[in-house]
């Protein structure tokens, strides 16, 4: 163990390690840790899987794994792709644990995911986009740095139409074939599950599609009835087919789980000046039914599609409309690995009792940070609070005018688009949630200690 590694797994709870038993990982060994996967998308709309409604998307094998497994359909990601991805490997909305605030860089002592599973055990890979060292090699704040025992893939997003590849710390190619990156990142992924189908691993596969320059190989290029963005997300789909297939003829399907979800909402009409600037084909994900798109604070832009698969550990044919977010993977994998928890606050909450049947709820009933680098809204239950703008430096929300133009009020349920605002008719409703959003901003500052 290196010096980092050592300093950061001193800093795990022992109120976290008494708690930390779980039947994931007892003692008497009758049942081996779970094999964790996570699958993340990037710029993936919530209507673009097949599961999720669209009619032009084909695919199959994300569709079958969310019918053998379970189908969360208020899953919330972070609303661009560092801050998102940030908050998956931390458990944290990002102004804890970001050096720059918002989530494009990640201190190098915020305790990822893979730190927390590798000192439970498990063997560790990244693969695909990082995006969380400000697109450079900031020492400290590499995948190798973060827990991950190995890495294949780019610093960053692909912007200009060209990835630098790297393995570990070591420069690869640089290629310019956009084409080609969800099956070469399929192929790592497969050859990690090979070396280490003994166990237990965690893979966390970071797509480079969906986010522009988007492109799709020779084999689904037109195929799709969905524009080319179409064809790329069929051949994420075909893709996952594969991982899962491996899984199968190595005998681990039973104990492994797989996440697969997107990092954000999908580019909609702000990409066509994207594609004027960058010289990329059109991306056109779909929020499905939801307002909004990638970047924005509106459902569009954060809830986005998750599916849960593993035939041994999860029970099939089910899906819950409770709030759960990637925030909450870090938890939940810790229990289900029996691992233990940073020892400063966290945001994500475990929903390991959801994911194995234990429960029929989520247990995740407020969500407080929908952020765009300032708190924008906050969600309990059925209802969101947009509150973005509305108290003045130095006022608390709570103090906030109710006719104040910037709060707005929706109810999820019976209005998922967003569409009617209804913030003079549920004024009890207003107040408990003005207090959640002082709780937010008071409560939701950088962690201590962390640099
Ligand atoms: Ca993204």
Not at 99 to 120: M, S
Not at 336 to 350: R, S, T, V
Request: with cysteine; aromatic share 8%; glycine share 12%.
């Amino acid at each position: 163990m290196n010096r980092r590694a050592f300093c950061k797994s001193v800093g795990l709870s022992a109120a976290a390690a008494l708690a930390g038993k779980s039947w994931g990982a007892s003692a008497g060994g009758d049942r081996k840790k779970p094999n964790l996967v996570v699958v993340f998308t990037d710029d993936q709309g919530y209507g673009d899987l097949g599961c999720f409604g669209s009619k032009t998307i084909r695919t199959p094998r994300i569709d079958a794994l969310a019918k053998e497994g379970l189908r969360l359909t208020s899953f919330y990601a972070q609303p661009v792709c560092g801050p998102s991805r940030s908050a998956l490997l931390t458990g944290c909305y990002p102004p804890r644990v970001a050096a720059d605030g918002r989530g494009w860089q990640l201190k190098g002592k915020a305790v990822t995911i893979a730190e927390v599973l590798k000192d439970a055990g498990y063997t560790t890979a990244c693969i695909g986009k990082w995006d969380v060292s400000g697109r450079r090699n900031r020492p400290g704040m590499m995948p190798n740095d973060q827990g991950f025992d190995y890495y294949f893939g780019t610093w960053g997003a692909n912007d200009g139409g060209r990835v630098r590849l790297t393995r570990n710390r070591e420069p690869l190619e640089n290629p310019n074939d956009m084409a080609s990156l969800t099956g070469r990142y399929t192929d790592e992924a497969i050859q990690f599950i090979r070396k280490h189908k003994d166990g237990p691993f965690f893979l966390y596969v970071a797509h480079t599609m969906a986010h522009v320059v988007i492109d799709a190989s020779k084999q689904f290029k037109g195929k799709s009835k969905g524009d080319l963005y179409g064809d790329v997300i069929e051949e994420i789909d075909w893709n996952v087919g594969r991982i899962v297939d491996e899984l199968k003829q190595l005998g681990l399907a039973k104990n492994t789980i797989v996440v697969f979800t997107s990092d954000n909402g999908p580019w909609c009409q702000r990409e066509a000046h994207y594609r004027k600037t960058h010289g990329g084909h059109l991306a056109t994900g779909s929020p499905g039914p939801l307002r909004g798109h990638k970047g924005s604070n509106w459902e569009g832009g954060v809830r986005v599609p998750c599916v849960v698969w593993g035939p041994g550990h999860i029970p099939g044919g089910r899906e819950n409309s409770g709030m759960a977010a990637t925030i909450d993977l870090l938890p939940t994998f810790a229990k289900l690995a029996g691992g233990h928890l940073p020892k400063y606050d966290i945001d994500g909450i475990d929903q390991s009792a959801l994911l194995t049947g234990a429960a029929t709820k989520s247990a995740r009933q407020k969500h407080f940070y929908y952020h765009n680098g300032k708190l924008g809204a906050v969600r309990q239950g059925q209802w969101k609070l947009f509150v973005g703008g509305a108290a003045k430096k130095g006022q608390s929300f709570s103090d906030v005018p109710f006719d104040s133009a910037p709060l707005q009020l929706y109810d999820l349920e019976s209005d998922i688009g967003e569409k009617k605002n209804v913030v003079s008719e549920h004024p009890e409703t207003v107040r408990a949630l003005l207090k959640l959003a002082d709780w937010a901003a008071e409560n939701i500052r950088p962690v201590e200690g962390l640099g």
